[in-house]
């Protein structure tokens, strides 16, 4: 796939994701999309999941698109190190409650 044929794919599927957001959906069904796309449209990624840490030791691994995703996530938090910990724990976090005034 040469780059323009590439930037086609990413554009087309960034506009299917982001017209989920105009539609009904539950978070599951969102993050699925999110994480499906990424093993698409990013060379070299076979697998992707979501992270979600609450506390100091809850870890759930959601919309995987696979075992082996879900797999590394319990290496990560059984040995308390690993990229996708690391970037969870000490990048910045933004939270959104949603839009206000409306």
Known sequence: ???????????ATMAELTSQFFNPTDIATTLHGVTSAAVELIDGVDYADVLLISGADTFRSVAATGQVAIDLDDVQHRFREGPCLD????????????????
């Open 1 to 11: 796939m040469d780059d323009h044929e590439c930037a086609a794919g990413l554009r």
């Open 87 to 102: 970037a969870a724990i000490a990048d910045v976090v933004t939270r959104c409650n949603g839009p206000t005034g409306v």
